[in-house]
T-cell receptor
Framework: KAGVTQTPRYLIKTRGQQVTLSCSPI?????VSWYQQTPGQGLQFLFE???????NKGNFPGRFSGRQFSNSRSEMNVSTLELGDSALYLCASSLHPDSYEQYFGPGTRLTVT | SQELEQSPQSLIVQEGKNLTINCTSSKTLYGLYWYKQKYGEGLIFLMM?????EEKSHEKITAKLDEKKQQSSLHITASQPSHAGIYLC??????????FGTGTSLTVIP
């Protein structure tokens, strides 16, 4: 079974631009969560999607948004990029929405200049 | 995450030595998860503890959950270079968001 895939793996953007990151979960997994990892703040929860609905959202500004498609694939978008948005963005999938036995992708490393 | 504090922050051990990593929660724990991350990569699920007093083992890694102390420990026996990485505990104490611990960086010297 293929693992969680994330595209692109690396991205360099300029302040003020927007970016879209993509995540394909493990086949059969319907819950997808996104996390931001930085050296200063560690791993922080962004949001969780199940059946195309956002179930939970972390403490991030509205510039961070996401969505999930009917095939469980998910995208997250960050608008008006700031230098502080530079981070490793990790996507994780799980079988059920209340399961934290999550399977992570390799991440997308975003650098904002 | 302030909800989950891990200690120590980093650990350097000689191959073959035993070690323990602790994870303490500021809120009641209803379950706790352990993950491992190789530097700059995604996380790997290690194990899940759901009941107070529960203990689980996988290969040379053993984790325990002490609900009364709101604490979990992860013990590695006879460490190997393959054990190197960042260990993270995680939990959802509020029922609506998964928190990761502050992380413990483990280096194993051959």
């Amino acid at each position: 079974k293929a693992g969680v895939t994330q595209t692109p793996r690396y991205l360099i953007k300029t302040r003020g631009q927007q970016v879209t990151l993509s995540c394909s979960p493990i086949s059969g997994h319907r819950s997808v969560s996104w996390y931001q990892q930085t050296p200063g703040q560690g791993l922080q929860f962004l949001f969780e999607y199940f059946s195309e609905t956002q179930r939970n959202k972390g403490n991030f500004p509205g510039r961070f948004s996401g969505r999930q498609f009917s095939n469980s694939r998910s995208e997250m978008n960050v608008s008006t990029l700031e230098l502080g948005d530079s981070a490793l963005y990790l996507c994780a999938s799980s079988l059920h929405p209340d399961s934290y036995e999550q399977y992570f992708g390799p991440g997308t490393r975003l650098t904002v200049t | 995450s302030q909800e989950l504090e891990q200690s120590p922050q980093s650990l350097i051990v000689q191959e073959g030595k035993n070690l323990t990593i602790n994870c303490t929660s500021s809120k009641t724990l209803y379950g706790l998860y352990w993950y491992k991350q190789k530097y700059g990569e995604g996380l790997i699920f290690l194990m899940m503890l759901q009941k107070g007093g529960e203990e689980k083992s996988h290969e040379k890694i053993t984790a325990k959950l002490d609900e009364k102390k709101q604490q979990s420990s992860l013990h590695i026996t006879a460490s190997q270079p393959s054990h190197a990485g960042i260990y993270l505990c995680g939990a959802d104490p509020t029922g609506n968001q998964f928190y990761f611990g502050t992380g413990t960086s483990l280096t194993v010297i051959p």
